[in-house]
């Protein structure tokens, strides 16, 4: 099993900056792509970015040149940078892992964290 921990959600006002991480834990044999999702209410859950092993990354077309996703493969570890927020950004934000695990090394399967709130006020 993989376990994926949430922090630095919050409030911040529209124009803002806040950066959300997300540490890996549990029997991982490897994570291969890691990635941010994000659901508003009434709405369906959507891909904010996604990075894999070598670095690639993919955005968004709302997100591209205000958001910067990274990850520190040492720490376990994926951050999303949010700059310039707008009160539509607002949603409950979910990292996510593609991992295989020490019972199944050949098996990858999908990871979810537990959501942190992002509240951008106008």
């Known amino acids: 099993q993989v376990q994926l921990v949430e922090s630095g959600g919050g409030l911040v006002q529209a124009g803002g900056s806040l950066r959300v991480s997300c540490a890996a834990s549990?029997?991982?044999?490897?994570?291969?792509?890691m990635g941010w999702y994000r659901q508003a209410p009434g709405k369906q859950r959507e891909l904010v970015a996604s990075?894999?092993?070598?670095?690639?990354?993919t955005y968004a077309d709302s997100v591209k040149g205000r958001f910067t996703i990274s990850r520190d493969n040492a720490k376990n570890t994926v951050y999303l940078q949010m700059n310039s927020l707008k009160p539509e950004d607002t949603a409950v934000y979910y990292c996510?892992?593609?991992?295989?695990?020490?019972?199944?090394?050949?098996?990858?399967?999908?990871?979810w964290g537990q959501g942190t709130q992002v509240t951008v006020s106008s």
């Open positions: 990075i894999t092993n070598d670095g690639t990354t």
């Open positions: 996510n892992a593609n991992s295989t695990t020490y019972d199944a090394m050949w098996l990858q399967r999908a990871y």
């Open positions: 549990g029997s991982i044999f490897s994570i291969n792509a």
